[in-house]
């Protein structure tokens, strides 16, 4: 039989080769986003907008009695949103072998940047010793916790995924170096933030699938602590056990809680409008911190706060879309614990200002005045948006390995 030698590969076939290659390359990199992608940026976005404007509002008249800039304090908002939206943006295509990578540094950079409070740079104010002072700005570094804690807990519970059915598996190293972190923020007295970071704990261990029988352990752990915590501070407990559906303790404990249900009840479904706020002239403290949402109820009505909630419900839903697509481990209990920290502490300070529960120190993300807990925020947002990235190439792997044989490939 004549064999016939095949011809050389030519030049020009290597280089088409090589511009096939280019060109599936750069597809990939212009491949549309995820709709979980869009969600909880265009959330993430409109919230910062939003609260650059209450900030604006809620500080202008303070800042004009005491002889200041009414523009300062949203200028210096400003400048962590400037900050923190391109940074979100950049995080958002780092790829998850290196965020997977940065689990341990992060967690250690954040524990010692919250070791400071304790040294010269550290600031008290309100009985809570949790800032620095750097360059003229107020840092908050347990903002920063909050994320490293989550990736952290992500990155060891995926290590430990087939391992997650003994309680030893699950509690080691998680559970210490969680009390650890939490310590270091309540031996700065901010039980607000405490509180916070045990609700991202519980929600990583959660999302990783732990059985029940061994999740209800830490959460009679947490829930005990909180309870010791309260009853062994005078201050707390006098607090929470104060009664404020009458004005019997308006000078006192109740004095900020009855200014901002005044606020949000004399806003009505369309509110007094923009900058018009009464609350705001050194009536209600801290207006466009933890109570901004007052705010937003008395200028913009029923109609401004259905619009925050909506946006809110808007990124949980985007979140929560990661967290039930992903076949990634790491990437659902890391976005699990982001998801319950941002909706949970929006739940906590919103129920604060309309009177569900005590006034704990909590802000409202995105939109309290507060330039590290923005940058926070923002940065968390461009880890959730790394994780959106991967949404649709495990979608497509899904289909491909579920479509039939002949029908979307080709078979040999």
């Known amino acids: ?107 250690f950079g954040a524990i010692a940047l919250q070791l400071l409070v304790f040294t ?40 430990k995924q087939t391992m997650l059915g003994t309680w030893h598996q699950v509690f080691i190293p998680v559970v210490p170096v969680g009390a650890l972190v939490i310590g270091t923020v309540l031996a700065g007295k901010d039980l607000g933030t405490a509180m916070v970071l045990v609700i991202v704990l519980l929600g990583c261990l959660f999302f990783s699938g732990v059985k029940l029988r061994l999740f209800i352990l830490p959460v009679l752990l947490g829930i005990a602590a909180v309870i010791a915590l309260a009853v062994t501070s005078p201050d707390r407990m ?26 949000m009840a004399s806003g009505g479904i369309f509110g007094v409008g923009l900058g018009n706020s009464q609350e705001k002239y050194g009536w209600l403290p801290a207006a466009g911190n933890d109570f901004i949402f007052a705010i937003v109820g008395e200028e913009l009505g029923l109609i401004g706060c259905i619009v925050v909630l909506a946006l809110f419900t808007l990124f949980t839903v985007g979140a929560f879309h990661i967290i039930r697509k992903t076949p990634d481990p790491f990437i659902r209990v890391a976005a699990g614990g982001i998801t319950v920290w941002i909706t949970g502490q929006a739940v906590f300070n919103i129920g604060v200002v309309i009177g569900l529960f005590p006034v704990m120190g ?20 461009g880890v959730l948006l790394s994780f959106a990235r991967t949404i649709p190439a495990a979608e497509t792997r899904a289909a491909e390995r579920t479509a039939p044989a002949g029908r979307g490939r080709v078979t040999r």
Not at 240 to 262: E, F, K, V
Not at 363 to 381: D, E, H, K, N, R
């Open 238 to 263: 006098r607090r929470i056990m104060a009664t404020c559906s009458d004005l019997s303790s308006y000078t006192g404990d109740c004095y900020q809680s009855i200014h901002g249900i005044w606020g």
């Open 120 to 159: 010269p740079l550290g600031v008290a104010d309100g009985g809570n010793r949790n800032w620095i002072m750097v360059a003229g700005f107020t840092l908050q570094p347990s903002e920063f916790l909050k994320l490293a804690l989550a990736i952290w807990i992500g990155y060891v519970l995926m290590r």
């Open 362 to 381: 909590v802000p409202l993300p995105f939109m309290s005045q507060g330039g590290t807990a923005l940058l926070a925020v923002l940065i968390a947002c």
């Open 1 to 107: 039989m004549t064999q016939v030698a095949r011809p050389p590969r030519s030049e020009s076939g290597g280089s088409s080769s090589g511009g096939l290659a280019a060109r599936v390359s750069l597809g990939r990199r212009f491949t549309p986003v995820s709709t979980e992608f869009l969600m909880i940026a265009s959330a993430a976005l409109m919230l910062t907008i939003f609260g650059l404007v209450m900030v604006l509002s809620a500080t202008s008249a303070t800042a004009v009695s005491s002889g200041k800039n009414p523009m300062d304090g949203a200028l210096r908002q400003g400048i962590f949103a400037v900050l923190g939206v391109p940074l979100m943006f950049l995080i958002s295509r780092l790829p998850i072998p290196f965020l997977k990578r940065l689990a341990w540094p992060a967690l």
